[in-house]
């Protein structure tokens, strides 16, 4: 059974950091991509960041510059460095393969950003 557990969230002022990771078990991560999304309050889920197998990533412009994803396939583990924190951050992240299995949604981690 596949579980993804992310951890890392909490509050932070404008202009904080927060590095969140994301554990895989019954899933090797070495052997797919990996994304972070985020859903926002009253908003539907959204795409922040993605890095494949062989390490290559992407991002969302609205994060693009600010946010770092990163895999340590030894620890089975990906990680997404937030720095320059903004309000408009604030949602609970979530982490999944890429593409995304709807199997795979785990409770995420909640990131609160205040101005």
């Known amino acids: 059974q596949v579980q993804l557990v992310e951890s890392g969230g909490g509050l932070v002022q404008a202009g904080g950091s927060l590095r969140l990771s994301c554990a895989a078990s019954?899933?090797?991560?070495?052997?797919?991509?990996v994304g972070w999304h985020r859903q926002a309050p009253g908003k539907g889920r959204e795409w922040v960041a993605t890095?494949?197998?062989?390490?290559?990533?992407k991002y969302a412009d609205s994060v693009k510059g600010r946010f770092t994803i990163s895999r340590d396939n030894a620890q089975n583990m990906v990680y997404l460095q937030m720095n320059s924190l903004k309000p408009d951050d604030t949602a609970v992240y979530y982490c999944n393969t890429d593409p995304a299995q709807r199997v795979y949604w785990g409770q995420g981690t909640q990131v609160t950003v205040s101005s």
């Open positions: 019954g899933i090797s991560f070495s052997i797919n991509a």
């Open positions: 890095i494949t197998t062989s390490g290559r990533t």
